[in-house]
């Protein structure tokens, strides 16, 4: 839920990075940070496991500058990819003004990567959100790696809206910002129309 | 997905930062937050300026989701306060109306008996002023700031990525 604030005249959008366990999602948040104009971007926080796996979630606050005299800021957050936490997911998921959903590549992660994106459905339905409707960008990460699926058939499998979609190697951060940035416009237009 | 909340004017702004102050001096508090549910800054008390808002929101909002979870677990509606006591600060969380966020940081300066008192006091000066905060459907008062926005004004938000 966007929060636009008159009085101070800013504008806050939460974008939420949804996807199966060890897909990137971390790894797109750590990149962005890493290039941003500290002056830009707040504190990244991540609470993780003992072995660095998400645990609730990852953080981070962007200031993407002034449009038409408001500032534009969005909140970044991961959701923890594996099954076990999807009451979490949920809980991230609520005030979502978009989603980018990173897909992992690897033959052998579809299946997880198509119950993750019915699992974003459910969980969206449960917040009274569509699936067919709220802003959303498709990553297709770790497309360095051998054995990788075609973007072809991602997109058949995934891509039934047609919305924005990009190859990546997040954790080179190819693609990282082209994400961004789809996600960016695809809110911006839907607070608009 | 499509709710606003609009804080209309600098008025309704100052009289909620008002509220907070008071809350502050009253309970002999450290700092005053008002958030919402998703964590962002609707108000602050004077004298925060040391303090990580953006993160503190986060992280707090994260904490009072946590527990409504918990509380539907237990057949509960929600656990409306929440605290958290530490060595020399503690946190007092009180979620209000289900949509905003009362913080009080405090240290061993004051009680928490106390903060709990001024904070319910501080609570029903804050309800009527929440019903100027309009939540509702995109309405036209937004169309101005986004209705001629293009490609371009986006594509100039990340020069210099």
Known sequence: ?193 | MDEFYFLMDEEIASKIEAELNRLKDESNSKAVFLLDKNGQTISCSKDTEGYDKTSLGALIAGNVAATGGLAKLLGEKEFSILFHEGENEHIHINLINQKFILVVIFDESTSLGLVRLRVKKAINNLIPLFKTINNKKKSNESKPIFEDITEEDIERLFQGE
Do not use: W
């Open chain 1, 1 to 193: 839920m966007s929060f636009i604030n008159y009085s101070t005249k800013e504008i806050n959008c939460k974008i939420v990075y949804y996807g199966p366990g060890l897909c990137g999602k971390t790894t797109n948040l750590q990149y962005i940070y890493s290039k941003t104009d500290p002056k830009m971007r707040g504190k990244m926080i991540s609470l993780t496991t003992e072995i660095e796996r998400t645990l609730f979630f990852d953080f981070m606050p962007l200031s993407l500058g002034t449009i038409k005299g408001f500032k534009l800021r969005f909140h970044l957050y991961t959701v923890p990819g594996q099954i076990f936490y999807d009451a979490s997911r949920k809980l991230i998921l609520k005030g979502a003004d978009g989603v980018v959903f990173v897909a992992d590549s690897q033959v052998d992660r579809m299946d997880a990567n198509l119950d993750s994106f019915d699992n974003l459905k459910d969980n969206l339905a449960e917040h009274g959100y569509n699936l067919d409707i709220i802003p959303l960008v498709l990553q297709y990460n770790k497309r360095d790696l051998p054995n990788i699926i075609p973007v072809s058939e991602l997109e058949k499998a995934l891509n039934y809206r047609k919305v924005p979609s990009f190859e990546a190697i997040a954790v080179k951060g190819v693609g990282v910002f082209d994400t961004l940035k789809a996600i960016v416009k695809e809110i911006i237009f839907k607070l608009k129309s």
